[in-house]
């Protein structure tokens, strides 16, 4: 069982849907995040949640909404996306204190 | 602000060569890390190494070394005797540091695509 993972791997919507992003995590980290790689731009931090708190939110749509229910377990809730928020999202997590991130396999999301 | 510059957008090679991947980085901070990440196709970033700024010797694993330069602020990536299951996009990435309860916020490159042909 691979330490961090994601849900599900491939992903298309229209832009009227609603679904969400599964992350979980089995290493006993307290720092789950969200990045976004989309396609010639380098990976983009969404959110980060230390201790189930949310601590950081770069600037980041309100049709994008993460939920932190447990240490273990992080999701992101889409609605009403736009095409150019078709990229692949990467889940990690990490141990505070500049521990390195360990990543999901991501979640290949198809805006259509 | 931080950032981090991978110039190298492709690079292609025969197998058994060696290949260095170059990574220049800018910051304010004094204390910070450096990463460098592998992605295969599965899609999943693999932590390979982490360096801070107080360490500046160079470490090698395997067939992979780094070269961590202060004066110059990079901190190239090299593959000695490449293979083919070395092809991936490779990362570099630094993080500030803020002390013993921060978090991992992290500034990525561009990133290097490697393909290494039998």
């Known amino acids: 069982e691979t330490g961090v993972t994601q849900t599900p791997r491939h992903l298309v919507m229209g832009m009227t849907n609603k679904k969400s992003l599964k992350c979980e995590q089995h290493?006993?980290?307290?720092?789950m995040y969200w990045y976004k790689q989309s396609a010639k731009k380098p990976l983009e931090l969404m959110f980060v949640y230390s201790l189930e708190e949310r601590v950081e939110n770069n600037s980041v749509p309100s049709r994008f909404s993460p939920e932190c229910p447990n240490s273990s377990h992080l999701f992101l809730h889409l609605h009403t996306l736009q095409p150019e928020d078709s990229a692949l999202y990467l889940c990690?997590?990490?141990?505070?204190?500049?521990?390195?991130?360990?990543f999901g396999n991501g979640t290949r999301l198809t805006v259509t | 602000a931080q950032k981090v510059t991978q110039a190298q957008t492709e690079i292609s090679v025969v197998e058994k060569e060696d290949v260095t991947l170059d990574c220049v980085y800018e910051?304010?901070?004094?204390?910070?890390?450096l990463f460098w990440y592998k992605q295969p196709p599965s899609g999943e970033l693999v932590f390979l190494i982490r360096?801070?700024?107080?360490?500046?010797q160079n470490e090698i694993s395997g067939r992979y070394s780094w070269n961590f330069q202060k004066s110059t602020s990079s901190f190239n990536f090299t593959i000695t005797a490449s293979q083919v299951v070395d092809s991936a996009v490779y990362f570099c990435a630094l993080s500030e540091f803020a002390g013993g309860t921060s978090y991992g916020k992290l500034t990525f490159g561009q990133g290097t695509i490697l393909t290494v042909h039998p």
């Open positions: 990690a997590s990490s141990q505070t204190g500049i521990s390195p991130l360990h």
């Open positions: 290493l006993g980290h307290n720092a």
């Open positions: 360096r801070n700024s107080f360490d500046e």
């Open positions: 910051t304010r901070d004094t204390t910070y890390y």
